[in-house]
């Protein structure tokens, strides 16, 4: 790929596609982790010379329209001024003469200098269809597109892949390189034993990477809703615990391959329970297999935490995506923290992924513990499953074209 560093950005309008999809409380930001992750590439692009810096992201998955204020830009745009020390404009209209709103204003461009940010591509149905009128709209902005949202990559929108295809010049951000780089390095040859921990909710949604760590592994680590599905599929009863019923027969399937391998499959000896997922009352411990009908397993127990915590301490590889419980409640945070703390106190190299899992390392305070945290989810996984990257692809295309 042609990185952003290496093209002529001077006198040029720059359009960069960042991952501003921050969470939203009440028009408040809670975190400011991926504004502060994207000043460094527009900083870098003025200094090149840059006409103007045009941003453009995503945020959330809003229903409605254009002008769905629950899902607007304008605090991320008053943020990122904040973080840049100077003005950031949010413009609303952008395309064409602004007909498509019906308004006879025209559209809004960044002048010579500015940096301005788009309202939320999502506002406009063109975005996730990857429609080609929408990415030659995008285009129209820029002299160079650079796609610097490693979180958008395993995605074929217009403004991921559409816009970089037709853009006068497409490159990959400093964000963007820096993610494929270390998560190569991390990937390609691993320091055994490779020790995979994957929680979360889902079999199905992960069920790409845990057919692929299967098979490279030393060592797999279900938590959460994954684990107890692996555990159904064992024939043990969960009560009413979160599993998947459609996905037993995948869990028995990867549970086989990892023996053939001769491979360890670490699935919870015991574990804590409660009424409800958010209870915290009624918390008991009890062996996996005498799990209560009208109980649901919360987190792991404590002998499964020591053997979790004993098998990263001698692992050469971690990587993490998924917590191992309920880890907002006090009472169910137990397992998640001594992977951050079993991490934290490793010598072995490691890459943690996903918007729970930064969220778990937030509270937990263990981020710096890790050798390299993804700020990709969907990415991050598809990355893992050794899946293709529809963004990266697109941007490799085009060298290859320009070569």
């Not at 929408?134 to 160079?144: H, I, N, P, T």
């Not at 069920?207 to 809703?225: D, F, M, S």
Request: some cysteine.
């Amino acid at each position: 790929m042609l990185l952003m560093r290496d093209a002529d950005l001077r006198g040029r309008r720059v359009l960069i596609r960042e991952d501003l999809n921050v969470p939203l409380s009440g028009g408040r930001i809670r975190s400011d982790a991926r504004i502060r992750a994207a000043v460094p590439t527009v900083q870098e692009a003025l200094a090149a010379g840059a006409h103007s810096v045009t941003l453009m992201s995503h945020l959330g998955r809003p229903a409605g329209g254009d002008g769905d204020g629950d899902f607007s830009l304008a605090p991320v745009a008053g943020a990122l001024g904040d973080a840049l020390g100077r003005p950031v404009r949010l413009i609303k209209t952008w395309r064409g003469d602004g007909a498509e709103s019906g308004s006879a204003v025209r559209p809004g461009k960044a002048g010579e200098g500015e940096v301005v940010l788009l309202e939320n591509l999502r506002f406009h149905p063109g975005e996730a269809a990857n429609d080609a009128g929408f990415a030659a709209d995008l285009a129209s902005l820029c002299d160079v597109f650079v796609m610097d949202a490693f979180a958008t990559a395993h995605r074929a929108h217009a403004s991921t892949v559409g816009v970089a295809r037709i853009a006068a010049v497409a490159c990959a951000g400093p964000l963007l390189a820096a993610e494929l780089r270390a998560l190569g390095d991390a990937m390609r040859a691993p320091k055994p034993p490779l020790v995979a921990v994957i929680g979360g909710a889902k079999v199905s949604t992960k069920l790409g990477v845990l057919n692929a760590l299967a098979g490279r592994a030393e060592v797999l680590i279900p938590g959460g809703g994954i684990a107890n599905t692996f555990l159904a599929a064992t024939g043990v009863a969960i009560g009413k615990s979160l599993a998947e019923d459609s996905m037993l027969d995948q869990a028995r399937a990867i549970i086989a391959r990892m023996a053939t391998r001769a491979a360890a499959i670490i699935l919870p000896a015991d574990v804590v329970t409660a009424p409800a997922m958010d209870s915290t009352a009624g918390i008991t411990v009890c062996a996996a297999a005498n799990v209560d009908s009208a109980s649901a397993i919360v987190d792991v127990g404590p002998d499964t935490r020591a053997r979790i915590a004993s098998t990263i301490s001698s692992a050469g590889t971690v990587v993490w995506s998924g917590p191992m419980g309920v880890f907002e409640n006090p009472a169910a945070a137990a397992g998640t923290r001594t992977v951050v703390d079993a991490v934290t106190n490793s010598a072995a190299a490691s890459i943690a992924g996903g918007g729970d899992t930064i969220a778990a390392l937030e509270k937990f305070g263990g981020a710096a513990g890790f050798s390299y945290i993804s700020t990709g989810g969907g990415a991050f996984l598809t990355f893992l499953a050794g899946q293709t990257l529809p963004a990266v692809a697109a941007l490799e295309e085009r060298a290859a074209r320009a070569a």
